[in-house]
C-alpha cells in the first residue's frame, strides 16, 4: 500500500503540473499574453511545481529534512543524471547565454542558500529573501525577452499557442478547472509522496534526509527528466540544457524560498549532514558545468556518462554511510584520490585542446 502511495504520488505530480501548465498558459494566451513569457514564466514554475508542493508539504507536516533534501537532492539529480542521461542520448548543444548568465546565477543561488543555512536554518526572512530573489529572476527574463531573437519567438510561438476557437479548452471555466484540478492533484499528489516517503525511511532504517535526498528528489524531477529528454530525442539539443539550468535556480530560489516562508517563526532547519557535505556537492556540480559547458560549448557522450556514474557514486556514498558500512572509507578514499583527480584532469586536457580550435558558432 505504501508503493502504490508513492506511486500515486508520483503520477498526481507529475500530471497536475501538466494540467497547471495547461490550463495556465492557455488562459494566459487568452489574454493575449506572448507565448515567450508563457514559456518563460507559467511553463518555468510549472515544472518546479512538484518540488515546490513537496518541500511545501514537508514542512507542512514537520518533515524538515524531506524538504531541504528535496531541493538539494533535486538539484543534483537534474545535472549529473537528468543532463547525462540527455547527453547519452545525443551531444548536447550549449547556448552562449547559459554560459555567460544562467550558470553563474544557478552558481550564486547555490553559494547563497549556503550563506543563508550556515546558521542552522532558513529564516522566514531568509526563504522571503529567496522567493523575492526568484520573483525578480522571472521580471528580468521577461524584459530581456523582449531582446530574443526571432528564432526564439518562433520556437515560444510554435510550442505554445492559444486554444483553438471552439475548442473544449478555449472557454474560461475549461481553463480554470485544468488549474484548479492541476493544483488539487500537486497538493494531493506531495502529501501522498511525503507520507509513503516518511514510511520508507522508518521501514528502511534510513533518515527523512536520505529520502528526500534521492527517492523524492528523483521523483519531483520527473518533469525534468521528461522534458529534457524528449528535447534530446527530437533534437531540441539547447532546450535540453536550458530546461535544467532554469529548472536547479528555481528550485533553489522558489522551493527553497516557499518552504522557508511556510516555516513561519520556526524557520527551515538545516540539518549538519547538508551542510558538512551534501549542499557542498551541489555547489560543486554547479561549478563543473562552466568547464564542460565551454569545452566546445557541447556535452559529448563521454561527458554525459561521467555525470551519470558520479550521481551513481553519489547515491552509493550515501546509502553506504547510512549503513555505516565497512566499506565507506576505501570508497571515499577511491573517489577522493583517484577518480575525481582523474576526471578533473581530463577536462582540463579537453579544454585546453578544444580552446586550440575554432569556436563553434553560436
Known amino acids: 500500500m505504501t508503493l502504490l502511495l508513492f506511486i500515486g504520488g508520483l503520477i498526481g505530480l507529475v500530471l497536475g503540473a501538466e494540467l497547471l501548465v495547461r490550463g495556465a498558459s492557455k488562459l494566459a494566451l487568452s489574454f493575449g499574453i506572448s507565448p515567450l513569457v508563457v514559456g518563460l514564466t507559467i511553463v518555468a514554475f510549472g515544472t518546479s511545481a512538484p518540488e515546490m508542493a513537496v518541500s511545501t508539504a514537508a514542512v507542512l507536516n514537520g518533515q524538515t529534512d524531506i524538504a531541504i533534501g528535496n531541493v538539494v537532492g533535486s538539484n543534483i539529480f537534474n545535472v549529473l543524471f537528468v543532463l547525462g542521461v540527455s547527453a547519452l542520448i545525443t551531444p548536447l548543444i550549449v547556448n552562449i547565454q547559459l554560459i555567460r548568465q544562467e550558470v553563474p546565477i544557478m552558481i550564486g543561488a547555490s553559494l547563497l542558500l549556503l550563506a543563508l543555512g550556515l546558521d542552522g536554518r532558513i529564516s522566514l526572512m531568509d526563504g522571503a529573501v529567496l522567493f523575492s530573489l526568484v520573483l525578480a529572476y522571472t ?17 515560444y510561438s510554435a510550442e505554445f499557442t492559444p486554444a483553438a476557437p471552439g475548442g473544449w479548452d478555449s472557454k474560461l471555466p475549461a481553463q480554470l478547472l485544468l488549474i484548479v484540478a492541476g493544483l488539487g492533484l500537486l497538493v494531493l499528489g506531495s502529501d501522498w509522496l511525503v507520507t ?34 524528449m528535447a534530446a530525442i527530437k533534437g531540441e539539443r539547447d532546450i ?101 583527480p582523474i576526471t578533473l584532469i581530463t577536462l582540463i586536457v579537453v579544454l585546453i585542446r578544444r580552446e586550440k580550435t575554432p569556436d563553434r558558432p553560436r
Open 139 to 155: 521580471v528580468f527574463l521577461i524584459v530581456q525577452s523582449r531582446a530574443e531573437s526571432k528564432a526564439a519567438q518562433n520556437h
Open 196 to 229: 509513503a516517503s516518511t514510511i520508507f525511511a522508518k521501514a528502511l532504517g534510513v533518515s527523512d534526509l536520505v529520502i528526500g535526498l534521492t527517492i523524492v528528489a528523483a521523483g519531483t524531477s520527473m518533469p525534468e527528466v521528461a522534458t529534457s529528454v
Open 240 to 340: 535540453a540544457v536550458g530546461n535544467v539550468v532554469g529548472s536547479s535556480t528555481f528550485n533553489i530560489l522558489g522551493c527553497a524560498g516557499l518552504a522557508g516562508v511556510v516555516s513561519g517563526d520556526l524557520g527551515l532547519a538545516m540539518p549538519t549532514a547538508i551542510l558538512n557535505f551534501d549542499i557542498w556537492v551541489m555547489i560543486a556540480v554547479s561549478l563543473a558545468c562552466l568547464p564542460i559547458f565551454m569545452t566546445g560549448r557541447e556535452i559529448a557522450r563521454w561527458e554525459g556518462g561521467v555525470f551519470v556514474l558520479y550521481y551513481a557514486a553519489y547515491v552509493a556514498y550515501l546509502i553506504l554511510a547510512t549503513q555505516q558500512h565497512a566499506a565507506l572509507g576505501a570508497f571515499s578514499t577511491a573517489m577522493m584520490s583517484f577518480v575525481i
